[in-house]
């Protein structure tokens, strides 16, 4: 884990013969479903919300700031 991204606590183990929940809801229905990933073959699915087969891995939260730039390509100057 870099040293950017302070934790709490030991790292989890994932079970790679399983499948986790992603934050995602599914497109075509986001009330009810949410997307998970198996991570024994990198497969990416939909299921309903409360489907209890599969797991939660609590990750890190962290934020990117995003600097916007306007760039005025004819005179050549930054804003």
């Known amino acids: 884990m870099s ?3 302070p934790r709490a ?3 989890a183990k994932t079970k790679t013969d399983n499948i986790y929940w992603s934050s995602s809801e599914f497109y075509n229905n986001p009330a009810n479903n949410a997307l ?3 991570v024994n073959n990198g497969n990416v699915n ?3 919300k409360n489907n209890r087969n599969s ?3 609590p990750v890190l939260a ?3 700031k ?3 730039s306007i760039v005025n390509f004819k005179n ?3 804003k």
């Open 46 to 48: 939909n299921n309903n």
């Open 36 to 38: 998970y990933v198996n």
């Open 76 to 78: 050549n100057k930054s």
């Open 9 to 11: 606590g030991r790292l």
């Open 62 to 64: 962290f934020s990117i």
């Open 66 to 68: 995003i600097y916007r």
């Open 3 to 5: 040293a950017g991204f």
């Open 55 to 57: 797991y939660v891995r």
